[in-house]
């Protein structure tokens, strides 16, 4: 009880210092580092864990999601410490004052600075996601295509496997987060081919097993059988069988982005792959639980007469730009929170007109309008703001131009150089 207290006036001071790091590690005289069973200190922890990405981050929006984060886990902390045996239970109300005064401190300066920033709400890096603060609000533009795939799930009689096909960075891996929130009927299942790197079959089937439960787990609390023992391809199917039999469970949607990469997985020579497709057509034919839905660039026309045979019942959806409205609408008022005429709407269709409606080019040019004037301490972009960002646009987007220019054929290649060389000589 004795060491309770101390590391509990510990604790308390390094959040009143602000010396957020030290109590995220529980470095002290009396706080006992990472070495420790105590569920109390761990969540103390990860509070200071926010309450210090709070107070490094520049961007004050940003600040005050860390802040909303961190006060979440002082609730629960709160709540803990009510049914914990820990001897720092006892004390943890006080450590809990002590770090509650720390938020508010920070969420007022925080505010503060966020009444002088505009807020950059645009996505450029990692795919749109339920789970960011604005995520929801920044999406646009896929109302028709989420009906369609709602409409082709819900079909009892019908269990075809469904293709999402677009263009690279038109947003399919933002579609497939989002049907987290947008199918609320269905536990989405989400394997991607290209942050998930796998060397062989049997260690691609073991972890999309290991991704389906994680995901269930944390969605809603849905515990999904474990991968079986035994031979690889008679494991999945063994796991598929589980899961269509699974008990008062949902339906389960199996998506795997970047699909074009599974050939990559089996051998040159051997019947791997054509088990593992006989293995998906069959799951498509016979289950009705568990459902698949694979998304990639190429359109399986483009894939050899394997992947034909083995799909013939696909429902291809197609993905592309956004419509010249909604990219405009986008720019215009991204967020409610958006301040008017940040971005005026003839800027935001000279944007569109340069962008096409690609959505990362899109996105791109709002967060590049919006830094610029942050930097500039201004508050509404103007033609010469939008032809200041483009040499940076164009610059951060050099990967994924390179990536269409090399996913070009030869011939179309030649084509755009020489669209290229004509738009020139007319300038």
Same mark, same amino acid.
């Given at each position: ?9 510990? *604790? ?30 761990? !969540? ?11 107070? !490094? ?8 999601q860390h802040l909303d984060d961190a006060e979440r886990q002082l609730a629960a902390i709160d709540n803990l410490r009510v049914s914990s045996r820990e001897p720092l239970a006892r004390f943890a109300p006080?450590? *809990? ?7 508010? $401190? ?63 960075r038109c947003g399919k891996s933002s579609l497939l987060n989002m049907f987290r929130l947008l199918l609320a009927e269905t536990q989405i299942v989400l394997f991607d081919l290209q942050d998930n790197p ?31 023992? !035994?031979?690889?391809? $008679? ?24 699909? $074009?990469? *599974?050939?990559?997985?089996? @051998? ?9 497709? !006989? ?22 026309? $483009?894939?050899?007469? *394997? ?14 730009y956004l419509e010249r409205a909604t990219a405009v609408e986008l720019l215009v008022r991204p967020i409610d929170e958006s301040p008017p005429e940040t971005i005026p709407r003839a800027i935001a269709e ?8 690609? @959505? ?68």
């Open positions: 009880r004795a060491l309770a207290e101390l590391q509990a006036r510990e *604790l308390a001071r390094l959040a009143g210092d602000g010396s957020f790091a030290a109590a995220l590690a529980l470095q002290g005289r009396w706080l006992p580092g990472r070495d420790h069973d105590s569920a109390l200190l761990r !969540g103390f922890s990860e509070a200071a864990r926010f309450l210090a990405a709070a107070d !490094g981050t520049y961007l004050p929006h940003l600040a005050q006080m450590i *809990l004052a002590v770090f509650r005064q720390a938020l508010a $401190e920070l969420r007022e300066r925080s505010a503060r600075a966020a009444a002088e920033t505009l807020p950059n709400p645009f996505v450029t890096g990692n795919p749109i996601s339920g789970a960011l603060h604005w995520g929801r609000q920044v999406f646009r533009g896929r109302e028709t295509v989420v009906r369609q795939i709602e409409g082709l799930l819900g079909d009892r009689q019908n269990s075809a496997a469904l293709a999402l096909i677009g263009p690279r796998a060397t062989t079959p049997a260690v691609f089937y073991r972890a999309l097993a290991e991704q389906a439960r994680v995901q269930a787990d944390r969605d809603r609390r849905l515990r999904l059988p474990a991968f079986p023992d !035994g031979a690889p391809i $008679e494991a999945l199917r063994a796991w598929f069988d589980a899961l269509e039999n699974l008990a008062d469970a949902p339906r389960i949607l199996i998506c795997i982005d970047e699909f $074009e990469r *599974l050939a990559s997985l089996f @051998p040159a020579s051997g019947n791997e792959l054509l088990q593992f497709m !006989g293995l998906l057509r069959a799951t498509i034919q016979h289950r009705r639980r568990v459902r698949l839905l694979v998304a990639g660039a190429a359109p399986f026309d $483009e894939l050899d007469a *394997l992947w034909n045979d083995h799909f013939i019942n696909l429902r291809e959806i197609r993905i592309g000279a944007a569109v007109a340069r962008s096409g409606g690609q @959505p990362y080019l899109t996105q791109l040019y709002g967060s590049l309008l919006v830094d610029h004037l942050n930097a500039a301490q201004r508050r509404s972009a103007t033609a010469a703001d939008l032809a200041a960002v483009e040499e940076e646009l164009l610059d951060q987007a050099g990967y994924y131009f390179r990536n269409v220019w090399q996913d070009l054929p030869a011939a179309a290649q030649a084509i755009v150089a020489a669209a290229a060389r004509a738009d020139r000589a007319r300038r």
